[in-house]
């Protein structure tokens, strides 16, 4: 149908991927459930949902860095770039620097939900008909390969990480995943990533517990989707999002809490809660940018530009892989 789209390589984690990490999330102490698993197509479309309430800030700031800044970043990737997206999602920032850049020789979305990275990989060949799209469907916190295909005007490659997704990683995990990334792309290859800078707690809060209730049903379908896949027994109303901000730690922590005593099945296993008690689902680290530049340096990175908004909500960061093979000291 689109003769740019590329055949899908699919690496989705299976239902026994799921399974597992359910079960070893909620017989740790504290509960936990894995934020990767948020993106079944029913969260995908919570999560789209979350970008367009007043009070999520993230979307449209960084898109204002990103359509203020596409144009220095098409000058650092230079012509025929290729485009690797991690968490591609609903492909809409995306689009900013495909226009910017000069002559872009190969997109390649990687999106843990099949449905909708098939999706907006076939609305972005639509609308870019001679670039080469090439989805991938895989959790990119593991390794995989990209089967790129032979290109005369291949350039540098790209790697795109948007919306503070890098957020969702402690620390440690986050300098692991630009080792992979760094792995992946090769020396002197760039990535640009979204990052979130620290701000007002009142901010914070509102923005990861909206009034419209988008980030409440977004967390509460995880749930949802855990009776779906893994026929569990969760009942969801007797759940509530919480979501606040850990000063000492620069994070927002997200929650489900327990609002009776109650117990869930899964394999074999039965899984307690009394009133009050936490199912932790994902952590947004806030990072300022020399803290941010001072882990990714240490997993093989260096800066080349930083831009951020009048607010000083959110930054933009241009790196680049100093060494794919050994981190720097």
């Not at 300098?175 to 990052?195: C, E, H, K, T, Y």
């Not at 850990?246 to 869930?264: C, D, F, K, P």
Request: hydrophobic fraction near 40%.
């Amino acid at each position: 149908m689109f003769r740019s789209l590329r055949k899908l390589q699919d690496l989705e984690p299976s239902v026994a991927d799921f399974r597992d990490e359910v079960i070893e999330g909620l017989t740790s102490v504290p509960k936990t459930l894995p934020c990767k698993f948020f993106y079944d197509t029913e969260g995908s479309i919570l999560f789209d949902r979350i970008c367009e309430v007043p009070a999520y800030y993230l979307t449209r700031t960084e898109c204002a860095i990103l359509a203020r800044h596409a144009p220095d970043i098409a000058e650092f990737a230079g012509p025929g770039a290729r485009l690797v997206e991690f968490g591609s999602g609903a492909g809409i920032k995306v689009r900013r620097l495909l226009n910017a850049l000069s002559d872009p020789s190969a997109y390649v979305p990687i999106d843990i939900s099949r449905t909708h990275l098939l999706r907006a990989a076939e609305a972005l060949a639509e609308d870019f008909p001679n670039l080469p799209i090439m989805p991938v469907c895989a959790d990119y916190t593991r390794s995989f390969t990209i089967p790129w295909q032979q290109n005369k005007k291949a350039g540098r490659l790209v790697g795109f990480f948007p919306g503070s997704t890098i957020g969702n990683f402690m620390p440690s995990e986050m300098q692991d995943f630009f080792r992979r990334s760094a792995r992946l792309l090769g020396p002197g290859s760039l990535m640009i990533v979204g990052v979130d800078l620290p701000k007002d707690k009142n901010i914070l809060e509102a923005a990861y517990d909206d009034r419209e209730g988008a980030t409440a049903a977004f967390n509460l379908n995880l749930l949802r989707r855990a009776n779906r896949e893994l026929y569990m027994n969760f009942n969801v109303s007797a759940f509530k999002h919480e979501a606040q901000w850990n000063a000492a730690a620069s994070r927002v922590e997200m929650y489900l809490v327990s609002l009776v005593r109650q117990s869930v099945k899964l394999n074999g296993y039965r899984f307690d809660f009394l009133p009050g008690e936490k199912i932790h689902t994902e952590n947004s680290y806030k990072y300022t940018i020399s803290d941010f530049i001072r882990l990714v340096k240490a997993a093989g990175y260096e800066k080349i530009a930083a831009w951020t908004d009048e607010d000083d909500l959110f930054s933009v960061h241009v790196l680049r892989v100093t060494d794919s093979d050994r981190p720097m000291k």
